[in-house]
């Protein structure tokens, strides 16, 4: 997590140093070219405080959602971003450029306040409510059109998208005793 961070620090710094030529990548809302934005935009900021604000969220559900393995870490990112990328680009309004890992930040909240229901593993349960407790109420915010600076529709797909990343995701209990689960 700590080099995926490093990494938006770095394409940031970049960004900065050509007169923010990178800034047009974000998601444009129901244009063509803002389609490529999808895979673009999570790893874009609008300056350095933008990425500050998702930094430590970041490292910290990043963290947390990757000790799972790192190969589920990555696909459970990968159908975050992409569900939340086309989401913003189907409600965002006309015109507006999204850009930022706060989707992603939003959907790995989501995916652990979830997950360890749907798993139904008490650790999972414990991690859930821990986050949500701690979190919840600016994470409940953060989904309200409370600041046209900032886009709540990102927020709100990334959050739907983590919460659909743990059910499909999902991973069965194990019956008592350790053993297999065999369908007939």
């Known amino acids: 997590m700590l080099g995926w ?10 960004d900065f140093a050509t007169g923010h030529a990178l800034d047009p ?15 673009t935009a999570p790893f874009l900021h609008f300056g350095f405080a933008h990425v500050a604000a998702n930094s430590v969220a970041l490292l910290i559900f990043g963290f947390v959602a990757a000790l799972s393995g790192i190969r589920h870490f990555l696909a459970v990112s990968a159908v975050i971003i992409l569900g939340d990328g086309i989401g913003i680009w189907l409600i965002a309004p006309s015109h507006t ?5 706060s989707g992603l930040v939003f959907g790995l909240f989501g995916y652990l306040v979830v997950r360890g229901f749907v798993e139904r593993k008490a650790l999972g349960i ?4 821990v986050i949500a407790a701690i979190c919840g109420g600016s994470f409940f915010l953060g989904v309200l059109p409370t600041d046209t600076a ?7 797909c ?3 998208a983590g ?6 995701f999902r991973r069965p209990a ?5 053993g297999r689960m065999i369908r007939a």
């Open 97 to 101: 450029n999204t850009a930022g890992a």
């Open 150 to 156: 900032v886009s709540w529709q990102g927020h709100l």
């Open 5 to 14: 961070v490093a990494l938006l620090w770095v394409i940031e710094a970049v």
């Open 174 to 178: 194990h019956p008592a005793g350790g």
């Open 126 to 129: 414990a991690v859930g409510l």
């Open 158 to 160: 990334g959050l739907a």
């Open 25 to 39: 990548y974000g998601i444009t809302a129901r244009s063509a070219e803002g389609l490529s934005g999808i895979l």
């Open 163 to 168: 919460v659909l990343t743990a059910l499909f």
